[in-house]
Each structure stands twice: as C-alpha cells, then as structure tokens.
C-alpha cells in the first residue's frame, strides 16, 4: 500500500488511496463500476470509455463486440514486439504506447498483466558494452571508430544475458507506468511455480493482492533460470500446460487467474490461411477449435521462442479455461499505437478465437459471394435482368401485407425504449422507418422504370476508334464491382438499390439499420427470390452479423464503393473509416432558396410551403431561405411568415436579418445547419451575388434554388451556383431519382467526381476498353515502321431508348 501511494507522483493521496479501500471491502463482482468515477485524466489522446465491466467467468466471449466488458485482461508482448530490429535492445517508442494503453484501460477499472519478453535483448545490449569497455578500456577509449567497431565479441548465452537484463526492463516499465500513476509489479516464473501445489497457491494468491492494490503485475519467465525448452506434449487438456516460453506462460496465467481476455501481440497481423506474405494469405479474422487443419503455419518469429502454432496452441488451450483470445500485430507503426485499446474496444483487429460459429457466412464470404454472383449478374441479357427486377416489383405488391406486418413489429419496437442507449428513436427517423401500401406500390413503378432503362446499360458503346487499320478500339459500359449499401431507418432503401445493382450488373452487401430488421430481412428474402429465377440469388448480401461499419469499411480487398444512406453523422464517419475505398454521398443536405426582389408573390409561398414542410427530413428539404432585402415589410414577405406560422415551422433569425427586428426569433446558432425537421433559417441578402456567395460559404454544394421572374437573374444563379442540383422556380424536392425519371437513386452526390446528383443506374457504371487487332505490335508504329495511325472516329450504336 505504501509503496502504491509513493508512486502516485502528482496524484492527491486521497484520490488514490480511495480505490484501495473500496477493494479491501467489497469483492470482485461488487467493485465500483467505471460510471461511478468523476474524475476523468485527460493525459491521453485514447478515447475514454465507460462500459459495465461485472462478469462471472467461466465462458468466453462469443463475439467481439463483448470484448467491451472484459474485466480482467492479460497482454502478452513477444520479443518481437519489445526487442528492435537489430535484436539488440528495447523498442523504447512501442514499448511506450504499450504502457500508455494499459494504462488506459487500468483506469477505466479493469485489471491488466502483463506478459512481458525483452530481459535477454536488454540484457545483451547491456553485456556487449561491458564487454567493449572490458576488452581494453584504453583501447576503446584512443582507437578510431572503425577499429572499435571490429573488435570480436563472443556469443552471448541467453541465461546471462537474461539474467543482466531483467532488473533494467523492470525498472524502464515502472519509470514508464508512473508517469500515469500506476504502480506495476514484477514476477518471474518457472514451469515449477505452476506444478508445485504450494507455489502455485502463492503465486495466485501474490496476483490477486497486486490486482485488489491496483497495481499491474508483470510477469515473465525467469530465464536466468529455465530448463531447455521441451516438446509440446503436453498441451492435451485443459489441466496440463508446460511452461516453455511466454505464449504457454500467458495462456497459463490467464486461466489460473479467470482472465476474460487474453491479447498476444507478435509482428504479424493475426493467424493467415497460408503463411503471410504469400500471394493467397488471408487474415482470418475468427478462428474457431477445430479448424487447425486449415491452416498452414510459417516459421517463427526473428526472435523468441514460440512460432504461430505455439501461440495458436496456447490461444486454444486458454480459450477451453474460458478465456477470450485475440492474437495481433503490435509493431505496426499505423496500429502499434491502438492496437490494445481497438481491441477492447470490439474492433476488427487480428484474429478472435471463438468457441461459438455463427449461424450463417461471415462478411468475407459474403463478400466473396457478392462479388463472384454479380460477375455472373453482369453476364446475363439485358432482358434477363429487367425480367427479374420486374419479378422483384410484382413480389412487393403481391407481398405488401407480410411486408407491413414485418414493418409494424419494426415501428413497435422503435418507438419502445432502446435497451442499451434508453432513448426512442426521434420522429424523423419513425417517419421513415415507416412503410405504407402507397409506398410500396410507388416502390414498385419505380422498380418497373429501371427495368425499363436497364436494357441498354451494361456493355454500351461510348465510343469507337480505328487505331489503325484492322485495329479498332472501342470504349464500353461495366459493372463498377461490389457495392456496400449503408442505411439507417429506410427499408424502402433496400429493394430501390437492389433494382439498381441489378440493372448494373453489380454484387451488393447491404447493412441496415438494427431498428428496421424485420423488415429488411423481409425484403432481402424477396429481393433474392427474384434473383433466383436466373440463379443469382447470392449476387445481393444483408449482412446481419455483428459487424460494425468501421469494420466493413476496411474491407477494401471486397468492396469497390460505398454508399451511405443515412444523417450527415453517419455519412462522414463512414468517410472517416473508408480506408482506401471511395465513398459516394453527401455529408449534409443544407439546401437554400432565394427569393429575389422579382419574385411572384403566388408562387413563393408554394415553392416554400412544398420544400420545408412535405417532408422535413429528407436530405432535399428546404433549410435556409434567403429574402432580398427590398422584400422585408411586404406584403410578399407577411404572407411568407404566416404560412410558416400556419405549418408550426420554428424561425432562426440570420445575423443581417435579426438586425432588422425589434423583437426576432432565436438567433441561429450556426447558418451552416442541416435542420431535418420543422424548423428553418431565414438570412437577408442584398443581391443575387450576395445571395450566391452565401450559398458557397454555409452549403452543402446538394440544391439551391431561385424564385424570381426575371430569366436573366436567373440564368445567372443556374449558372454561377456551383452545386450538384440548381433550380428555377421550383421546388428542392425534386431533387430526387425517381422524380428525374431515373427510377429510384442509391443516394445523392455532392462529390466531383465520377457522379453527381441524384445517382440512379448510370452512376453506377464505369467503362473498361476493348482493343480488337490482328497482330499488331508497336513496334510497327516507330517511324521507320510500316504502319501509321489512323484514330479515326467510328459510329456509335444508337442507344436503345424504348
């Protein structure tokens, strides 16, 4: 205890000494939870977090988003991890943010050990200097660099230099632990400790008075001391594990201790299906007992003992103790530095070792299923695809009361309170969480639409060059790949990007929202009846596993474009996580409409009325409106503020407007403001340039809006605005794919590049080029050659436009 409070440095003594008390009262499951804790640190840049941490063990976790309740956590650092590349010495930068993420979590309440290797590489950098000076003190000190550098120094033997070593890796941890006041611990083990009954009972009972002190153990094999390494015989049952080398020490420890996770970071990324770096290797993200048979193992590491199969044998035999078991990478300089906290967090990293199989294919499958049946979709007649989005519209009709009654479980659930956040699901997103036979039977024209335009998109010819003569080139539509659809409380979402990635001829994974579940199951099972009258069924995905989309979105070997469905929020987390995969959308609807001193008096009042109120949630609904000046107490400007009274629509004053009132509503807090709901801005501007600058400044670069009678004026707004949709006189909610006659749309770009605007079945494609020669060779282009260019341009196909 006294040791635990000198060691607190800048921490009050109270502060500190608090815990301790608590855990000499109350037991384990009874600890103070991590809620109850005022005080936050905020010495680091790892996010904090609360989570429920009480668990009785005995089962290890089925999933990785449980890992957030683990307790009691052992991390396991090979020698890889702590030694450099030179084997000669500490990583002294990764061995730092080690100790700050143990940290972390030590303060979040949980229980952390360590399992540390490094004695023998500090060791040996230690020995190998005193050996230099020893040689000839004088010689190193009056000798050139070079000749000091060729002085022979003999082999060194591992138990010395552990034995050198282990006092100056604890110390360089304890300096390390206090600067976040945390006091650490050390013991060293042999294979005895483990089998001598009485040992053993003092070995756990030392563990369980460090953890009950706060204090974070660091454990390691007393190599000064260990007997050769044996075979791995014993790794049978649950009962019998040898001591051998640090993997069989932490599986060991983690099961005498009930340990709920145990981490194992090497210097690669997690357990591969052949050994990484060859061109097949995958990353298996969970392995399951059983599936050794599967796997091909590589050599070991640069260092240490134990090679992948000893750790995977030491992952399974704490995994049957009841120990949860990842294995990743901890020399990453990209991931080193989170790679602990990712863990806990419940984030795809490494590889998890699950005792439970999930009931259907994992997303890598999916993936793989997706991709393989959209190349099969892509192959198929034109008319053979319409033929099965017009299956698809017929079963949405014919199906809507199995459907409405999969939706109303979904709207009786959301309006319930959620059972891990508390809250209900706020009334915009009820709204569209909400499925009509209106809706469907619009669903279904829109469905029929594509059909129709589908007939002429995959393998159009865009353009035709003669090279040369007998070599023609020719430009054609394809298939973008696989598409990630991510939607938030939108079913009626599922079957429009389904007709779409059909008419393309594109695989698609689809991730809903877990308050519309019911109905998206509903609506995939009859998106992939249709696709199974031309045996494609696989060619569209729900995945349903616990995935997060953080997760699906590093998955850039499967997926070839993501497209978020859903609030502003979730569209920029989702460009934030996207590594390497580009991501169609738009981040806010912030849409504008500006009313000119020209205007018509009949026709604002509609144009207003029609954008905000229709459907206040939408992302195309009216959020700013922009008044001429010379409008402000007029008529025109009276009849505007009583219809927005009239539909119960709240007021946030701009700052030019608040000026001009004696008595204004709520200034707004911010003009760049994505409402989705009954409430708008109103901003005074002096001119159409004024209006238009404001425009660039607070939008979203989605749709923007004139009313005015004057063709001039407003040719001058469609022309200089520079969104993805610019209107005259009419209203920002047709911006919308089914209301340009596209059918339906995958979302609404405000990107530059590739498509913008509503994006239906043409933003869907990309093009590949088709040479056709008869043995040509460059080479016959040279200038002393025989042949010449001709780059003649070709007809066309005319479009088919039935």
């Known amino acids: ?82 030694t450099r590349g030179d084997e000669c010495g500490l990583a002294l930068g990764r061995l730092a943010s080690i100790v700050e993420q143990v940290s972390v979590l030590q303060n979040q309440g949980r229980e952390m050990m360590l399992v540390t290797s490094g004695a023998v590489a500090f060791g040996k950098q230690r020995l190998r200097h005193e050996i230099l000076l020893s040689q000839s003190v004088r010689q190193a000190l009056h000798s050139g660099q070079n000749q000091l550098k060729e002085m022979a120094i003999p082999v060194l033997e591992a138990r010395a230099c552990a034995a050198a070593g282990q006092s100056g890796l604890m110390a360089l941890y304890e300096a390390m632990f206090t600067q976040y006041s945390i006091c650490a611990a050390q013991i060293l083990v042999t294979n005895l400790d483990f089998h001598d009954e009485q040992k053993r ?36 049952g649950v009962n019998v ?170 709207l009786e659930e959301a309006e319930g309170k959620d059972q891990v956040t508390g809250r209900r699901l706020a009334a915009p997103l009820l709204k569209r969480l909400s499925l009509s036979t209106s809706k469907l039977n619009s ?58 990635a059909i008419a393309s001829g594109n695989g698609l994974l689809l991730k809903g929202g877990k308050e519309a579940t019911h109905s998206n199951r509903i609506l995939h099972l009859l998106a992939q009846e249709a696709l199974s009258i031309h045996g494609v069924k696989e060619a569209i995905q729900l995945v349903n596993t616990r995935e997060e989309v953080e997760d699906l979105c590093r998955l850039d070997k499967m997926i070839d474009l993501i497209i978020p469905r859903g609030s502003s929020q979730l569209v920029r987390d989702i460009q ?73 629509v709240k007021i946030h004053a701009g700052p030019k407007f608040a000026s001009y009132l004696t008595f204004s509503p709520s200034e707004v807090k911010s003009l760049r403001t994505e409402y989705g709901d009954l409430e708008l801005c109103i901003e005074v501007v002096d001119s159409v340039q004024e209006a238009i600058d404001h425009i660039h400044k607070y939008g979203s670069s989605h749709t923007d809006v004139i009313v005015t009678e004057n063709e001039k004026t407003a040719e001058f707004f469609l022309q200089h605005v520079d969104s993805a949709c610019v ?38 494609l990309t093009t590949k080029w088709l040479l056709r020669g008869q043995d040509h060779v460059v080479s016959d282009f040279s200038e002393h050659g025989s042949l010449k260019y001709l780059h003649e341009n070709l007809p066309v196909p005319q479009r088919n436009t039935n």
Not at 225 to 235: I, Y
Not at 256 to 282: C, N, Q, R
Not at 605 to 614: A, I, M, N, Q, W
Request: hydrophobic residues 40%; aromatic residues 4%.
């Open 241 to 410: 594990i040898s001591v051998k080398d640090n993997d069989s020490l932490a599986a060991r420890l983690a099961v005498e201790m009930k340990t709920d996770l145990l981490i194992v970071l090497s210097d690669v990324e997690g357990l591969f299906d052949s050994p990484p770096g060859s061109d097949d290797a995958k990353l298996i993200d969970i392995f399951y007992p059983g599936d050794q048979q599967s796997v091909t193992f590589g050599t070991k590491s640069r260092v240490g003992m134990g090679g992948m199969e000893a750790k995977v044998k030491a992952a399974l035999w704490a995994l049957q103790g009841g120990t949860s078991v990842v294995i990743a990478n901890g020399t990453h300089p990209k991931v080193s530095g989170h790679v602990i906290t990712d863990i806990v967090e419940g984030k795809k990293v490494g590889t998890f070792f699950s005792e439970v199989k999930p009931a259907g294919p994992t997303v890598e499958q999916q993936g793989e299923m997706a991709r393989s049946g959209g190349r099969m979709l892509a192959t198929l007649e034109p008319e053979q695809r319409a033929e099965i989005i017009h299956h698809l519209a017929d079963l949405l009709t014919d199906q809507r009361e199995e459907i409405l009654l999969a939706n109303k479980k979904d």
């Open 201 to 236: 009972r003092n070995l756990n009972g030392t563990l369980h008075e460090l953890l009950r002190m706060n204090i974070v153990p660091i454990v390691n094999t007393n190599d000064a001391v260990v007997p050769p390494a044996e075979p791995n015989s014993d790794l049978q």
């Open 443 to 500: 669903l279904a024209i829109g469905l029929r639409q594509i059909a129709a335009s589908s007939q002429d998109s995959v393998g159009r010819v865009l353009r035709r060059t003669r090279i040369a003569k007998n070599l023609e080139l020719e430009q054609v539509t394809v298939p973008i790949g696989v598409l990630l659809v991510i939607f938030e409380s939108r079913p009626d979402c599922l079957p429009q990007v389904a007709a779409l």
């Open 727 to 764: 209107f005259w006189n009419a209203s920002t909610r047709f911006s919308d794919g089914y209301r340009f006659g596209l059918g339906a749309e995958v979302g609404i770009s405000t990107s530059r590049i590739h498509a913008r605007g509503p994006v239906g079945l043409e933003g869907l």
């Open 576 to 648: 934030k996580a996207a590594k390497g995969i580009p991501v169609m959308g738009h981040s806010e609807g912030i849409c504008h409409m500006y009313v000119d001193s020209e205007a018509s008096v009949d026709k604002v009042t509609r144009l207003v009325r029609d954008s905000k109120c229709e459907y206040p949630a939408a992302c195309n609904a009216l959020e700013t409106l922009l008044i001429h000046r010379d409008l402000l107490r007029t008529p025109l400007f009276d009849q505007i503020i009583d219809m927005l009274r009239v539909e119960q």
């Open 1 to 82: 205890m006294l040791r635990q409070i000198c060691c607190s440095g800048f921490q009050p003594f109270r502060q500190r000494l608090l815990p301790w008390l608590q855990s000499t009262t109350l037991s384990r499951s009874h600890r103070v939870q991590p809620s109850a804790i005022r005080h936050v640190r905020s010495w680091s840049n790892i996010p904090f977090i609360t989570v429920p941490l009480s668990r009785t063990h005995g089962k290890s976790f089925a999933h990785r988003s449980e890992l957030k309740h683990a307790k009691r956590i052992v991390v396991k650092l090979g020698s890889a991890v702590v």
